[in-house]
């Protein structure tokens, strides 16, 4: 019997010139590997990318919302289910649940004036919010509206009870939402409700060497009169293109841990563990950050999808490509960085024992043919989630 259930997601995606994840000068990320310079896209992007895409598939219930303004949100819950508790009231209660919930200390921000002396004043925000992003699930929200208003009374009294207290920590700790159970959350006034993440989500990288262009555009005023010939404006921007190794990696079991907290005694988490895995592995697959996508309109999806169900570990493949891929000779970079992952997969899993591993394998185009026996060939994204969701689902029954 498997000792552990890993979902991992191999994948090339060619992006032609673009810029979708942005260093701190404007120019497209970059990474030193095998010794050359290769185009990078953050984790951080790509998983911001795939929460988005939740938001297109999955009700507001099962999400999370990841804000400062936790006290506005949650006062505009206590309002809704209690209208003469608006402004004011409303928001009182929110801070004391909240910091009684969290630890977190929510409070008014000051903001710096410079006045003409030169001293500074600080001025208060009306709204008090959170110093940190925190990140909770909608139905968590509800469920602490819902005791704010048991203890609207009194709610500094009511909190100083340690069951009430209890309850408020409990409430944010269970029913984590789909997002939560995958990426996590920390809490840095309360370790002991913070969320360990599910999903391990790598940087993408070129397979190849990049160099980064700069293209150099000029805008047209439409008043301009036939004299006028100048540029309205002028300016650069960065871009490159790539075709991306991306790699993630699924805990199944984490994400059961997850998710199972907080469901009835009589409930199995395998269905909203399945869920999350399918949601999941299409979000990922098919989403795409959207930095300068406007400019660039760089909408592209995989060309090879690989997905693996492992036991013991996960595994990147992305040694394959430690020796930069050169084009081959029509130019092209993915059909010899396919050649590539087609030699090198069967070796490693060999090395280490893991050719028994379940693989399914989804792939566009002719340039992808070598791939095809890593795994069993699918046709569409669609029974790609859903044969890989009914394995997962499979192995979370039969360990009962």
């Known amino acids: 019997m498997a000792n552990r259930t890993i979902v991992e997601i191999h994948a090339l995606q060619n992006v032609p010139p673009s810029n979708i994840n942005r260093d ?7 990474a030193v590997y095998g010794g ?3 185009a990078r896209v953050s984790s951080q992007a790509w998983k911001r990318a795939t929460r988005e895409h939740f938001a297109t598939v999955l009700d507001p219930s099962e999400l999370g919302v990841r804000t400062k303004q936790v006290a506005e949100l949650l006062a505009q819950r206590i309002t809704a289910k209690r209208a003469d508790l608006s402004g004011a009231p409303a928001l009182a209660l929110a801070v004391e649940v909240l910091q009684a919930a969290t630890g977190a200390k929510i409070e008014a921000p000051k903001r710096k004036n410079t006045k003409a002396t030169g001293e500074d004043g600080g001025t208060a925000d009306a709204t008090p919010q959170a ?3 925190m990140f909770l699930s909608n139905r968590q929200f509800d469920a602490l509206a819902d005791l704010a208003i048991e203890g609207a009374a009194d709610i500094k009294a009511f909190l100083k009870d340690k069951e009430h207290k209890d309850r408020a920590k409990q409430i ?10 995958l990426f996590g959350r920390m809490v840095a006034n309360a370790a002991d409700i913070n969320v360990d993440a599910a999903a391990q989500v790598a940087h993408a990288l070129s397979v190849h060497r990049v160099e980064s262009e700069s293209d ?12 006028e010939t100048g540029a309205g404006m002028i300016g650069t921007i960065d871009f490159n293109s790539a075709t ?24 199995s988490p395998a269905t909203p563990v399945r869920r ?3 949601v999941f592995l ?8 959207t930095g300068k996508i406007n400019t660039f309109g760089n909408h592209t999806l995989p060309d090879l999808v690989l997905v693996k169900l492992r036991s013991n570990r996960p595994i990147s493949f992305v040694s394959a490509f430690e020796r930069p891929i050169t084009a081959d000779e029509f130019g092209g970079h993915l059909e010899p960085a396919c050649a590539r992952l087609a030699d090198y997969v069967p070796e490693i899993e060999r090395a280490y024992g893991e050719e028994d591993t379940d693989s399914w394998v989804l792939r566009v185009g002719p340039a992808t043919h070598k791939l095809a026996d890593l795994g069993t060939e699918v046709p569409s994204m669609k029974q790609l989630t859903a044969l890989v969701g009914a394995a997962v689902a499979e192995r979370l029954e039969q360990r009962g």
């Not at 701190?24 to 970059?30: E, L, R, V």
């Not at 979000?283 to 950050?289: A, Q």
Request: charged share 25%; aromatic share 8%.
């Open 276 to 278: 999350a895995v399918e």
């Open 172 to 181: 944010a700790n269970t029913q984590h939402s789909v997002d939560i159970a």
């Open 282 to 289: 299409d979000g990922f697959v098919s989403s795409l950050p």
């Open 36 to 38: 050359v310079t290769r």
């Open 131 to 133: 110093s940190y992003l």
């Open 24 to 30: 701190d000068t404007g120019a497209p990320k970059t």
């Open 244 to 267: 991306l190794y991306r790699y993630a990696a699924l805990d199944v079991d984490r994400l059961e841990d997850n998710l199972g907290k907080g469901l009835a005694e009589d409930a």
């Open 216 to 227: 150099y555009y000029t805008a047209v005023d439409d008043r301009n009169t036939a004299d």
